[in-house]
């Protein structure tokens, strides 16, 4: 389809599209030109890592299937039903994987000092509010992962953690006017004896 809607800017030829050094759900998109035999290949992907040489969608994928709480397993029916090109093998996953751990040590630190601050704002109530496992979190594992941030991402972020202080927030005051409740009730039933 896209090569019907391409020609070389040279020579006004044809243009034949095809992939090549396929990794995981990465790969060179090779783009030859037919008529002046001119060839040219643009990455899918960002490369990335301390080598430039890693596709961002690989270490992306393990991210966000690690997220939603599944492993290889997953990823690979995700990329089967999405018709997508098969993920990156178990053995680049575990090492992924495990790079992934060492960048969500490195923020744990901080996301720690963040709970206990929640943990201290929250209300007097008996019950104390969930603690800060939120979607920023995660933006901040992906930057230490070397994951570019885009506005989508920041976006679906903020959304998802103003629903979750809601849920929290709701939760926190269920729980309180709960412990209330039967504070009084306590109350009451002390005077009647
Ligand atoms: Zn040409």
Request: charged share 25%; glycine share 6%; aromatic share 6%.
């Amino acid at each position: 389809m896209l090569e019907r809607a391409l020609c070389c800017v040279t020579c006004k030829g044809k243009v034949k599209l095809s992939e090549q050094s396929i990794r995981g759900l990465g790969f060179q998109i090779n783009v030859k030109f037919s008529d002046c035999q001119r060839e040219l290949s643009v990455d899918s992907s960002q490369k990335i890592g301390t080598m430039s040489n890693a596709y961002d969608i690989n270490r992306r994928s393990v991210l966000m299937i690690r997220a939603l709480g599944h492993g290889h397993t997953g990823l690979e029916t995700l990329c089967g039903l999405m018709d997508t090109l098969p993920p990156v093998t178990q053995s680049h996953f575990d090492t992924i994987n495990s790079q992934l751990c060492q960048a969500s040590k490195s923020v744990a630190d901080f996301s720690m000092r963040e709970a206990v601050k929640e943990e201290l704002n929250a209300t007097e109530g008996e019950e104390v509010a969930t603690l800060n496992d939120g979607k920023r979190g995660l933006l901040d594992i992906m930057k230490e992962f070397d994951l570019y941030i885009g506005e989508n991402a920041v976006n679906w972020a903020n959304k998802s953690n103003e629903t979750r202080y809601f849920h929290a927030e709701r939760a926190t005051q269920a729980s309180t006017k709960e412990a209330r409740v039967e504070r009084r009730s306590r109350r009451r039933n002390q005077k009647l004896h």
